[in-house]
């Protein structure tokens, strides 16, 4: 049974059509990457998932678990076991690392999840959340609070960017850790060293889902494609 | 119940620890109204007290080179439903020394209280003071409290203040601090304040650096609900060459409150440098997205990102 249906949706700001019938499956425990050239829409596609304020399709569906969940709040799809971590993920003032990553269950232990992010613990857990931490550390934090709560589906948007070449391996340490779990993962990623561990991969581009397959397939295609900003006329393939 | 027992009683309500009155390793000044309760000082530290109906004067004084372990306990508090509490202090710090005060308010019960501190405090030369005042107030709203403070920073001289008003109605709250900051000398000034009700808070903070190299900083941290309102202003000049300020001020606003920042910077040596940032309006909608999508209500969320910037 698949997890997560978007059907046919369609997403309007004002006079802009970001997405027109875009469609998109993710199955139980599948790891779907997600490509496309800044402004595609790939972040926005994230939110209508997760369900931000003003991030309501304008025509379509989304399927989490066979309900329709166009209507829930984003605490309400929380509860359901939807989560996202953020590309430039917020800092907080006066909340420990300790604190942040046990906020929603006290009794799991903080230090093993730093550490699948690539943490020491012993440095981090009693640091605090704002703007002492560097934009890498804040973004493993958010990884590691992110695999804390055992979702069902998570959503990563960029999980790479900002993190140097050398700590890719913890980024993707932590996806096979989703994966070990069980976790479906919406990976929205513009490299393709993270891009080919995903069991699929698709492409957006003009609104719509315009490549999907194999993620080396997937990557290759991206790689090659001719338009800088598509208008519809390149983005053809099938 | 003695008066004192009361007041230890209402403190040890409030989460703070009654054994310290009773440690003699503590210094402390203990007083009700314009009664003095009690009263310890301890190697290294003078204090003066004189007690009449219109408040009471105490004058402490630490001595050349003293170096205190354990902080000065100051507890002071109306009991009662309705009265008044002025006191005056004079503090001098002499040269090399260091130690930390820490006032407790205690008003548990009051409707129509009225608590005034005067103080004047002198950081001598490479002194260092470091003062918390933390209040615990009733639910009831009906108390004034107007805390002014003149404080002169000598050279090398540092003073930390920290201000916080969090549990109970805050009533009428006016802080008016003044510092001065000589030559390489530190002044840091927090106050965090929690709103609600018909709370009506006033913050007005001012840093003079006046000595060469001298720094300050004022961070203010306000939340405020219902109907409450808050005014923060912030001033730091800088008038000294090297001198380096900085003005933080954020509020946060729920429901029909009102919640003004006025940060004032003036510089008068070319070679002084002073920034300010203020924000103010509802939670950060990043903030509360994230903490939602880690599965928590918003009323949740909310809370979790106030009792933050008010830690």
């Known amino acids: 049974m698949v997890l997560l249906e978007i059907k046919s949706i369609s997403y309007r700001v004002k006079e802009k059509e970001i997405f027109s019938g875009l469609s998109l499956s993710v199955e139980p425990g599948e790891v779907h990457a997600i490509l496309g050239k800044n402004g595609t829409g790939k972040s926005t596609l994230a939110y ?27 605490h309400e799809r929380a ?14 003032e006066g909340i420990s690392v300790r604190e942040y990553l046990t906020l929603k269950n006290k009794e799991i232990d903080p230090s093993k999840y730093l550490e699948m992010a690539g943490l020491y613990p012993g440095l981090y857990l009693n640091r605090m959340m704002d703007n002492t931490l560097s934009g890498g550390e804040r973004k493993r934090i958010e990884l590691a609070s992110v695999v804390a709560l055992d979702p069902r589906l998570v959503i990563l948007d960029e999980p790479d960017s900002g993190i140097d070449m050398l700590s890719i391996r913890d980024i993707l340490n932590v996806i096979t850790v989703f994966k070990e779990n069980g976790a479906s993962v919406i990976l929205i990623t513009h490299r393709e060293e993270i891009a080919i561990i995903a069991d699929k991969a698709s492409e957006i581009c003009n609104g719509k889902i315009i490549c999907s397959g194999a993620p080396v397939k997937v990557t290759q295609y991206y790689k090659t494609r001719k338009c800088e900003v598509c208008a519809g006329e390149e983005c053809t393939f099938v | 119940m003695s008066e004192l027992d009361e007041l230890l009683k209402s403190f040890g309500e409030a989460g703070g620890d009654q054994s310290i009155l009773a440690n003699t390793a503590f210094a402390h000044l203990a007083a009700s109204g314009h009664k003095i309760l009690s009263r310890r000082a301890v190697k290294g530290i003078e204090l003066d007290t004189v007690e009449s109906d219109k408040g009471i004067s105490a004058t402490v004084r630490l001595l050349k080179g003293t170096r205190l372990l354990n902080p000065v306990h100051l507890c002071f508090g109306v009991l009662h439903r309705s009265g008044i509490q002025e006191i005056n202090m004079r503090v001098n710090f002499e040269k090399d020394s260091q130690a930390s005060f820490i006032a407790h308010c205690i008003f548990p019960k009051a409707e129509k209280v009225k608590h005034i501190m005067d103080a004047v405090i002198h950081i001598g030369e490479n002194a260092t003071m470091r003062y918390s005042e933390i209040h615990y107030h009733g639910i009831y709203g009906g108390i004034e409290v107007y805390p002014k403070a003149r404080i002169i920073i000598g050279k090398n001289g540092r003073y930390f203040t920290d201000f916080l008003l969090i549990n109970g109605l805050v009533g009428k709250l006016m802080i008016d ?20 009700a018909t709370d ?15 720094k300050g900083l004022i961070k203010t941290r306000v939340a405020i609900e219902n109907n409450a309102q808050a005014q923060v202003i912030g001033v730091t000049e800088g008038n000294a060459r090297g001198a380096r300020g900085h003005v933080d001020c954020m509020e946060i606003v729920k429901d029909n409150a009102i ?13 002084a440098k002073v920034t300010h940032e ?8 990043k903030q509360l997205d994230t903490l939602m999508a880690h599965g928590l209500a918003p009323e949740e969320a909310v809370d979790v990102i106030v009792r933050g910037i008010l830690k």
């Open chain 2, 259 to 271: 919640a003004k920042a006025i940060p004032l910077v003036k510089v008068s040596n070319s070679l």
């Open chain 1, 79 to 92: 509860k359901l076991g939807i989560t996202m971590a953020w590309q430039e993920p917020v800092r907080f």
């Open chain 2, 200 to 214: 009506n808070i006033l913050i007005k903070d001012k840093v003079a650096l006046n000595g060469v190299n001298s």
């Open chain 2, 177 to 196: 601090y003044g510092v001065e900051v000589g030559e390489n000398g530190v002044a840091e000034l927090i106050a965090r304040v929690f709103g609600h």
């Open chain 1, 48 to 74: 209508l998932v997760m369900g931000c304020e003003g991030y309501i399709p304008t025509t379509g569906e989304i399927l989490f678990d066979g309900k329709a969940i166009n209507h829930l709040l984003l």
């Open chain 2, 278 to 285: 203020a924000a103010i309006g509802s939670v950060d909608k």
